[in-house]
């Protein structure tokens, strides 16, 4: 299989527009070594033509851009986008559905039934894209009822693991949570038998997510905040990160401890939020994450597995 990173920040992007935090101000001036990053999402394929989509961030039209293997030119209108999947129901992983509206047949997208909601209701992309190309919605059941393989998926195996996170704010059950909200997702590939688990937004390693966190050849998860009250000092906001469904990465429990005990190959942190000091390449904090085996993604980074 081999997994593309189309974006690899958090809502916002990297820098974010009005932000002048050190990261972003340090960017822009040129104060700091780091990358310029758009907002979450990765493709996914099997075969190496065919590609899923996971997530559709609001900077998708750049990603495609930036991506060419997901243009094939096949047809007057073509992509290689053959389906997408919703890991929730947030604006950063969703709005970029608005801007494939052009689509010449419904949107193949698998989602479960808590972000089907959320898309009908607080969020109707559903309901506004009924007016373009229409989307072919697939349920991805929670509890997982099995493996399955969206169109353009072919040579492997998806399994929905459901995940403590928090649904979006416009969510008709925001402070109620269900399962479903957020999930995480195995990749396996049927040939090689190497699995991926992608999750980009991950709030706690319940007993269910450290099993499937120790069977995967390669890692992906959340890695938006360095400390819990990352965003609190800054004065940017008075939101913790576990307050919203992101394990911080330092500290005891978080991220790294989480992360360093695994025999993975590789473990990748994802969907970074602009404030985070791992986005200097230079930081003590990316030094720390690099004597862990544990690496950052950036916009173009490619796996093969
Ligand atoms: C999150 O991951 O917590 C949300 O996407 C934040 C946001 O984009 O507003
Ligand atoms: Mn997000
Ligand atoms: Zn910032």
């Known amino acids: 299989m081999r ?63 930036a991506f060419p293997e997901l243009q094939p030119a096949r047809a007057l209108r073509d992509t290689a986008i053959r389906s997408i999947v919703l890991m929730d129901g947030q604006v950063d992983h969703t709005t970029g559905l608005l801007m494939l509206r052009e689509g010449r047949v419904p949107l193949e997208i698998w989602c479960t039934a808590m ?4 898309m009908t209701t607080g969020n109707p992309l559903f309901t506004i894209l009924g007016h373009f190309c229409g989307v072919d919605h697939h349920e991805i059941a ?5 493996a399955f393989t969206p169109r353009g998926a072919d040579g492997l195996e998806f399994t929905a693991v459901p995940l403590t996170s928090k649904a979006a704010p416009y969510s008709p059950h925001r402070d109620n949570p269900h399962p479903g909200d957020n999930i995480g997702m195995r990749i396996r590939d049927t040939r090689t038998g190497a699995t991926a688990f992608y999750a980009p937004g991950l709030g706690a390693i ?5 099993d499937e966190l120790a069977r995967a050849d390669c890692v992906m998860v959340d890695g938006t905040f360095w400390t819990d009250d ?59 994450l690099a004597r862990h085996g544990i690496e950052v993604a950036f916009d173009g980074m490619d796996i093969a597995l």
Not at 33 to 41: H, L, N, V, Y
Not at 142 to 146: K, R
Request: charged share 20%; net charge positive.
């Open 230 to 288: 990352e965003m609190v000092t800054l004065g940017i906001s008075t939101k913790r990160a576990r307050d919203i469904g992101h394990l911080p990465q330092s500290g005891a429990g978080g991220m790294i401890d989480v992360l360093r005990a695994l025999p993975a190959k590789r473990k990748v942190l994802i969907h970074i939020n602009n404030t985070n000091p791992i986005l200097d390449e230079d930081s003590p904090q990316r030094a720390e």
């Open 3 to 65: 997994i593309h990173v189309l974006g690899s920040a958090a809502g916002g992007g990297y820098p974010q527009w009005n932000c002048n935090c050190p990261m972003c101000d340090g960017l822009r001036r040129g104060r700091i070594s780091a990358r310029a990053r758009t907002q979450s999402s990765i493709v996914v394929s099997g075969n190496g033509t065919d590609w899923v989509l996971f997530n559709a961030s609001p900077d998708i039209l750049a990603q495609i851009r």
């Open 206 to 210: 319940e007993p269910h997510v450290a």
């Open 142 to 146: 929670i509890p997982s009822a099995g």
């Open 115 to 118: 972000v089907r909601e959320d």
